[in-house]
DNA sequence: AGTGGCTCCTGGCGGC
DNA sequence: TGCCGCCAGGAGCCAC
């Protein structure tokens, strides 16, 4: 599943080799892929050369420059449909891949169907491959970009200088919802899916159930660093690998082989050995270790544990915390 | 407003 | 052996 490091490892890999080339046609295989038309595409995408790639959250952006002289007028391709607007300046392509989205670099074609292919010239090609088809893209004017995203209702990039450990105490406060969901509410903090929501509340030692609003300022600034601790070694360890992650040079993350909760149900906890434990949280597997993330401090409405009155033993000791840490 | 639940989508897997 | 049904989850939408 892609979240903020899998998308930064792709922006990081794209960097590579996009930049310059001159953006021939964007072909539409599955025009469920985009609201717009392949012609709309065309009108804002087509003639024109990449000239750079950011990310805000788990979506990337591709910068294109105005059409380039030598491509001519953009044409719009062959595509069907209503006739595209008019545009002539600069632009902005934006990519989510959502749960199996893949951007693939290659000279020839595509190993698989691809649900939309960029074809460079001369001879280049990124293809949109994406198995379960909830990957989008989207073409704007730069002008509107950042309608696109206030609509959206992001919140701070996590390495941005407004994430703070304040900014997080005050978003925490007050909240009934599950701290595991307010993790993976992209309008609290962009970019955290699933498994670094997991992986994160893990190294935080709070229980994925407890209340956010819960949480006192001392466990909010663990969180806090828990969370770009925990982004920070999926982006060096270029993305995890799960399901059907690969970069655009089809290469595979590594951060999978040192997850301590995520999918690892039943298997002992890499710090106290107790078996990792599954809930569901917000309709989402959720994965921590009962010894080290123990519910006091407070729990979610309704999340009262029906095991008796046993209070997990102390959590593990410092010292197998600061091994984990490094 | 905040929160939870449903929906989309398809390959893979468990169970019978 | 084959088939059925369930599971995975990001984000948008809807209901309460």
């Known amino acids: 599943m892609p979240e903020l490091p899998e998308v930064e490892t792709v922006r990081r890999r794209l960097l590579a080799c996009l930049p310059g080339l001159l953006l021939r046609e964007v072909v539409v295989n599955d025009w469920t892929v985009s609201a717009q038309t392949g012609a709309e595409l065309n009108a804002y995408l087509a003639g024109r050369r990449v000239t750079g790639l950011r990310r805000r959250g788990k979506y990337l952006l591709v910068d294109m420059g105005r059409p380039a002289e030598e491509a001519g007028p953009a044409s719009g391709g062959p595509a069907a449909g209503r006739p595209a607007a008019a545009h002539d300046g600069p632009s902005v392509a934006v990519v989510h891949l959502r749960m199996t989205g893949q951007l693939v670099f290659r000279p020839g074609p595509g190993e698989r169907p691809a649900r939309f292919v960029w074809e460079f010239a001369p001879a280049a090609a990124l293809h949109f491959q994406d198995v379960r088809r909830f990957g989008r893209l989207w073409a704007l004017a730069p002008e509107d970009e950042t309608a696109f995203f206030e609509a959206r209702a992001m919140g701070p990039e996590p390495f941005g200088a407004e994430f703070t450990p304040g900014y997080l105490r005050r978003a925490l406060e007050g909240r009934r919802a599950p701290l595991k969901s307010f993790l993976v509410d992209q309008r609290r903090v962009a970019g955290i899916g699933n498994i670094y929501a997991d992986e994160a509340l893990f190294r935080a030692r709070l229980h994925p159930l407890r209340a956010a609003g819960s949480v006192g300022p001392r466990e909010a600034l663990r969180l806090h660093a828990a969370v770009l601790e925990t982004l920070q070694a999926g982006i060096d360890h270029e993305g995890s690998s799960i399901e059907s992650f690969i970069d655009p040079a089809g290469r595979r993350g ?50 009262r544990s029906r095991r008796g009155a046993v209070t997990p033993p102390r959590t593990a000791r410092p010292a197998d915390w600061e091994a984990l840490d490094r």
């Open 254 to 303: 590594s951060f999978q082989e040192i997850l301590n909760v995520y999918q690892r149900t039943g298997q002992p906890c890499r710090v106290c050995g107790t078996p990792v434990e599954r809930v569901v949280v917000g309709g989402r597997g959720t994965h921590y270790c009962p010894r080290c993330q123990p519910r006091r401090g407070g729990m979610a409405a309704g999340s």
